[in-house]
């Protein structure tokens, strides 16, 4: 075999043939190529966006037509995060998306590295030369027929499918169980209380009947992420309201809060514009 190759390359992990055909080598069978993802130029995000950053991958000859970005937060600013994605690297000008949830600017320089763009290197790859698309129409999950069922009462036949075709196309917005509770960390909550002092209120004595009621809510709460524990100088109390159906409610009574609390001020709609929009609907 050596005699028909003319130049080893170990740099770039490629071999020249005397016929001048540069041929990749791969380092193993199954082995992923990882490469640099760089900044191509200088890219200032501000805070509380996303930009497209031009990208260089300087070992791109490694990868395939396609490669795969993986998702990173900067350990030195964590509110910078890159959006995975593929880019094809056969493309002029590559970019990949990234945001800023800081509440500073944030500059890339040339030649950053901000992440890293992989493939499956194995020679015996599957290549898909065409792709078909079917209409096949997924059916509606069986944690949605409950409120087709209820929201079509008074509905005629079509538009009881269209509502189907809008709940299907939709199904992911909806929680499967009371334990499937989106969550995200693309945006921060912050409560103005201008230079009030913190308010913490003394704790309150539940009925002995709701006290293994308040251990069990809490214990839920903290095992699906909703709530964590905290150190803070403020506290306000919980409130257990029971509801007709015998189950318990919990609240918490932020009264005196809200009291403190900077509101927020926008316009009022127009009552008789909200009604005008409203006209030929049915509820």
Not at 178 to 185: A, H, K, L, M, V
Not at 260 to 283: E, F, H, N, Q, W
């Amino acid at each position: 075999m050596l005699e028909h190759v003319r130049k080893l390359d170990y740099q770039r992990l490629s071999l020249l043939t005397h016929e001048f055909q540069e041929i990749n080598c791969w380092t193993g069978a199954k082995e992923e190529m990882k490469c640099a993802v760089m900044v191509d130029q200088p890219v200032t995000i501000p805070s509380n966006s996303g930009l497209f950053i031009p990208i260089n991958i300087p070992e791109a000859s490694h990868l395939t037509d396609c490669g795969l970005i993986e998702t990173k937060s900067l350990e030195y600013f964590p509110e910078i995060h890159i959006i995975p994605g593929i880019v094809d690297l056969n493309q002029g000008k590559l970019y990949i998306n990234a945001i800023n949830t800081g509440n500073e600017e944030f500059t890339f320089h040339k030649r950053q590295t901000i992440s890293y763009a992989y493939c499956d290197s194995s020679p015996n790859e599957e290549i898909i030369l065409a792709c078909q698309t079917t209409d096949k129409i997924i059916d509606l999950p069986e944690h949605l027929h409950d409120l087709l069922e209820r929201s079509s009462k008074f509905l005629d036949d079509e538009q009881k499918g269209k509502l189907k075709q809008i709940l299907t196309k939709y199904h992911t917005v909806f929680s499967k169980t009371p334990e499937d509770i989106g969550r995200t960390n693309l945006a921060q909550h912050k409560i103005n209380t201008g230079t009030a002092f913190p308010i913490r209120q003394p704790a309150r004595r539940l009925p002995f009947g709701k006290r293994e009621i308040e251990k069990v809510e809490i214990a839920k709460m903290k095992e699906r992420g909703i709530i964590e524990p905290s150190n803070s100088p403020w506290a306000s109390n919980i409130v257990l309201v029971t509801k007709r159906d015998g189950k318990v409610r919990f609240c918490v009574d932020y009264r005196k809060l809200n009291d403190v609390t900077m509101k927020d001020a926008y316009p009022i709609p127009r009552v008789d514009d909200c009604l005008d929009s409203l006209a030929g609907s049915m509820v």
